[in-house]
């Protein structure tokens, strides 16, 4: 299996070669250059398989130079019950008759960033030794929150790698910033910028295009690499998810073979939802995508009317993982409905850059027989974790939330009542204020600091307290620094001690 870039079709990689270069240099992204067929046949021997199995099966049909040895490795590291809290890895609840949830965060930062992000730094590990790179790579990474983490958690003391992570001082939550600056391991590094998530990310870019610096790194053994959701390596762990779910229908007797069914997930840089559309163009059988956002609609606008306009209010929500205006794996599923048109691309994005704005014309028929796209705003976010607390004795995040919302508007829009399975992106935990204060009203949080509302969300919830989350209280502190947007390079270097 080869790749090609969205806006090059003469650029032919391995897919060693697309994971350890990340990003294509005309500026695209990498694609497969067809679609493996798994067949009913293969589905039906999946459902009688582990979540390790299922992986190594769906990946082997993508990473053709690997060899199954190597794939198995990487499952094994990544995919174990030291990382996540179930053998099952990513299990699926019965809500009703036919709402099942698919809960993808019981890895180490409890977000579904885990599910790529265990894996990533193997895939990528060996990515670079076949590509010949022979310097140890550093991972440098801007965050607002939850990358940085399961960052910092995936490539901890991985052999080769180093991990960089840089967040805003006043720009991520108590919890969230205990989790990265009590990380442990040996070759991890974090700083706070004294600055907002633009200037860190700006700062990150800096360093990555200066070639001075490059230079010097180099010559210290080091070469610079991305985490991004971008990067081919974290979009196909994606993937086995969506079939991973299907078998356990079928093997649950909840489904018959072949059976089509619904899936909703909640969207933010469409990587996730583009992962399940991948499955469906592999074989999966699905009948309709549905792609939920937040205040910040910018993707359900597109859907429904195939003009896609950033110039718009920028929310911040109690969903903030999906506060985002430009998707930018958009950008692959676009080429897939367009037939491959690296014209057609370059010309949306040159518009998406100039005017902030971008018209797919009649590609719309095509997207939305393909999608179905709604939002809900914050009251509605946060009525529906009540009511699904109240109907089923079932606590959700605040994304997750989003994603039944959207699923409650289509089935009632449309009177379809298909099987639907609902990507489910955070443990509650992780938002334990807006999930506490939705159920029980805020009065309820009063005098709490976090970790008494973690406590009161253990309470009401009865779902036991991810392990990580509760430690964090007695870790020590491992990370003090701080730097000015300008001083990022330096401390790159300071930090390196180089
Ligand atoms: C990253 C994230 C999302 C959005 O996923 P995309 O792949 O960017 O669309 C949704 N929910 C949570 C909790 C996330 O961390």
């Avoid at 930062?109 to 265990?118: G, S, Y």
């Avoid at 230079?215 to 196909?236: D, T, Y």
Wanted: glycine share 8%; net charge negative.
């Amino acid at each position: 299996m080869n790749y090609t870039s969205t806006r090059d079709d003469s650029k032919n990689l391995t897919s060693s070669e697309a994971i350890s270069k990340g990003l294509s240099s005309d500026g695209g992204l990498f694609v497969p250059r067809e679609f493996p067929e798994i067949a009913l046949s293969d589905i039906s021997e999946l459902s009688k398989m582990g979540y390790r199995e299922r992986a190594a099966f769906i990946l082997g049909k993508y990473l053709t130079d690997f060899t199954e040895e190597e794939i198995k490795a990487c499952m094994s590291a990544a995919y174990n019950t030291e990382n996540f809290e179930t053998e099952k890895i990513a299990p699926v609840t019965k809500l009703d008759d036919n709402k099942f949830v698919l809960e993808l965060w019981h890895g180490p930062t409890c977000a579904f960033k885990d599910m790529a992000l265990q894996i990533l730094p193997h895939l990528l590990t060996k990515s670079a030794k076949k590509a010949g790179v022979k310097e140890d790579v550093a991972i440098l990474v801007a965050t607002s929150g939850d990358t940085g983490k399961a960052a910092l958690d995936g490539f901890c003391d991985v052999e080769g790698t180093k991990i960089i992570v840089f967040f805003p001082e006043n720009g991520v939550s108590r919890i969230q910033k205990l989790q990265m600056v009590t990380q442990e391991g040996k070759n991890v590094y974090v700083s706070a910028v004294n600055g907002n998530f633009d200037d860190a990310q700006n700062g990150v870019k800096k360093i990555f295009t200066d070639k001075e610096f490059n230079e010097f790194l180099k010559k210290n053994n080091i070469v610079l690499s991305s985490a991004n959701s971008i990067n081919w390596g974290r979009l196909v762990p994606q993937i086995v998810y969506y079939f991973s779910a299907y078998a356990d229908l079928i093997a649950g007797g909840n489904i018959e073979l072949g059976e089509e069914i619904n899936i909703v997930v909640p969207t933010g840089n469409f990587g996730n939802i583009l992962a399940s559309y991948y499955a469906k163009r592999m074989g999966l059988p699905v009948k309709k995508l549905i792609c939920a956002s937040n205040s910040n609609n910018v993707l359900t606008d597109f859907i429904n009317t195939g003009v896609y306009d950033r110039n718009r209010t920028f929310y911040t929500t109690i969903s903030p993982s999906m506060d985002i205006l430009i998707s930018s794996n958009l950008e692959r599923f676009i080429y897939d409905v367009s037939g491959k048109d690296n014209e057609k691309i370059i010309g949306y994005m040159k518009k998406l850059s100039s005017e902030g704005r971008y018209d797919v014309g009649d590609l719309k028929e095509k997207i939305s027989e393909i999608l179905f796209a709604d939002f809900c705003d914050e009251a509605e976010t946060k009525k529906t974790i009540a009511d699904t607390f109240q109907k089923y004795s079932y606590t959700v995040d605040t994304h997750t939330a989003v994603a039944i919302g959207v699923c409650n508007k289509y089935m009632e829009s449309t009177g379809d009542n298909t099987i639907t399975v609902i990507a489910s992106t955070a443990s509650p935990y992780k938002f334990s204020a807006s999930v506490a204060s939705a159920i029980k009203g805020d009065d309820a949080l009063s005098g709490l600091d976090e970790f008494g509302i973690i406590d009161l969300l253990s309470e009401i919830s009865n779902l036991p307290v991810p392990k990580a989350l509760s430690e964090l209280k007695n870790k020590e502190i491992r990370f003090k620094a701080v730097c000015e947007p300008d001083g990022m390079p330096k401390q790159v270097g300071d930090l390196l001690g180089i």
